[in-house]
């Protein structure tokens, strides 16, 4: 295996970081559709999703 130099290393790094900020953003919008979904249902509905 070749060593990576420091300038590969640094993009290598960013395309990581790029990565994971994609899935947050990702992660945030299911999260909040998730939570929008539960405030719609009635309370006994709402109350089972949450044991699950």
Known sequence: MAAL?????????????QG???LKDEHEAIK???VNSIQELSPEES????EK
């Open 20 to 22: 994971l900020e994609a």
């Open 5 to 17: 130099s420091q300038e590969e290393i640094l993009q290598n790094t960013r395309t990581v970081v």
């Open 47 to 50: 109350a089972l999703i949450e």
């Open 32 to 34: 909040g559709t998730l």
